[in-house]
């Protein structure tokens, strides 16, 4: 069961490059790794509590207003995170921004409390939320390092926005006086390189 | 008759269901906000302290800069849309500089809002960028976070740079930029030297005159 959940977020439901839901911050939010990688814990985090909180009460939940109900519990755990993250760690908010409170739109967290969480006990279900998230964030990491290393030849730049002045604002780069490649960093970067993503994704599990 | 009783059933049911939801996570979250509120207000006000900071050196004013302030509404030289903010430095009672909060209309994608901060003189003492949309990795370098550009406006005054000079390199003013993001510097430019421009204009409402 712990076995399976792994495997099923990490690779084979993976939910950014196999069920494809959650898109838009997918897409908006990977330019540099340092956001990808910090929209990705908030994720993660929303996933496993709201598939933890929802698992206990599924017996509770009509069938017919149950996708208004997971909704409401969903926005207002997420605006808990959003109000915590705006009180405690006011840098990354400024990251952020917008799309904390966009998480409530993303489709993966109620996918997944309507197909697992409401119908399995709290333990798997916060297995399931937990390295769903996880997945997520991984394919935000490795996208994010892809086109900031494209784009901009650094990898974690912005890093002192979280952990304050000791890091770099730049990050490790890795050529001198480069031009930078506007197309990694802008939209139809994100877009070609999830694409690459699922592509190699695909290459592998036909070769099994 | 039955059917309705029953359909009744179901309706109530989950009319309950969804009022007990709705009441307990408002309580969850009215607990929430007011835990985090202050500390919100709080952080909140320090970073627009930070940024007030930047632009004036701290031993030209002793007074509570953060909140003395006079409220400007929509200027045709501020660009401003809303009602924007004009902080005055004082040393003992004495003003010796402004903050402009500004607006450049015509950036890349869409406003920059800056903060621009002038002494007695009509001279720069310091610029901030708060808020861009600018492309990152091209046009973005306007804020400190990404590049010191920002700051070769400082000790820049309508005196010691005529007209003609206010404008990039490329337009042959005096001010460099950077190769691909032209637009950006070029609005950034006109609405500093527009709040110049208001600075002297009001120098004598704001309680300057030299």
Redesign the interface.
């Known amino acids: 069961m712990f076995k399976e959940s792994i495997i099923n977020g990490l690779w084979k439901q993976n939910p950014g490059t196999v069920q494809l839901l959650g898109l838009c911050p997918t897409l908006a939010m990977t330019n540099t790794i340092v956001n990808g990688v910090s929209l990705g814990i908030a994720t993660m985090l929303v996933m496993s509590i709201a598939n933890t909180s929802i698992a206990p009460i599924r017996k509770f939940i009509p069938d017919e207003v149950r996708v208004p109900i997971f909704i409401l519990v969903i926005a207002a755990l997420v605006t808990v995170v959003d109000l915590s993250i705006h009180a405690y760690a006011e840098p990354l908010y400024q990251t952020l921004g917008i799309f904390i409170p966009l998480i409530v739109t993303n489709c993966i967290v109620l996918a997944r409390v309507e197909s697992f969480a409401s119908k399995n006990p709290i333990l798997p279900s916060f297995y399931d939320g937990l390295f769903m998230g996880l997945g997520l964030c991984l394919v935000l990491a490795i996208l994010g390092a892809m086109r900031e290393f494209l784009g901009q030849g650094t990898l974690f730049s912005g890093l002192n926005l979280i952990f304050g002045d000791t890091f770099n604002s730049n990050g490790l780069s890795f050529f001198d006086q480069y031009e930078g490649f506007l197309l990694a960093i802008l939209p139809p970067g994100a877009f070609l390189g999830l694409a690459f993503m699922i592509a190699f994704m695909n290459w592998v599990n036909q070769k099994n | 008759m039955i059917k309705f009783l029953k359909n009744y059933k179901?309706i109530a049911?989950?009319v309950l269901?969804?009022i007990i939801?709705?009441v307990i996570?408002s309580f969850?979250?009215s607990f929430?906000?007011l835990k985090?509120e202050p500390?919100?207000l709080k952080?909140?006000m320090e970073?627009k302290k930070r940024l007030l900071l930047q632009v004036l050196p701290s031993n030209i004013y002793n007074n509570d800069l953060v909140n003395s302030y006079i409220v400007i509404p929509p200027n045709a030289l501020l660009k401003n849309k809303i009602d924007s903010k004009l902080y005055l430095a004082k040393q003992n009672d004495k003003t010796t500089a402004v903050i402009i909060e500004t607006t450049a209309p015509d950036g890349y994608s869409g406003e920059i809002k800056l903060l621009v901060g002038i002494n007695r003189n009509g001279e720069i003492l310091g610029t901030r960028v708060i808020k861009h949309q600018e492309?990152?990795?091209?046009g973005d370098y306007i804020d400190i976070?990404?590049d010191s550009w920002i700051t070769i406006f400082k000790s820049i005054s309508l005196d010691n740079t005529p007209k003609r000079d206010w404008a990039v390199k490329k337009d042959y003013g005096k001010f460099d930029y950077m190769a691909g993001a032209t637009i950006t510097p070029r609005a950034v430019i006109k609405a500093i030297y527009n709040s110049l421009i208001f600075f002297n204009t009001h120098k004598i409402e704001l309680g300057i005159n030299v």
């Open positions: 179901i049911k989950t269901a969804m939801f709705s996570f969850i979250l929430f906000y985090t500390v919100i952080s909140e970073a492309t990152p990795g091209l976070k990404k």
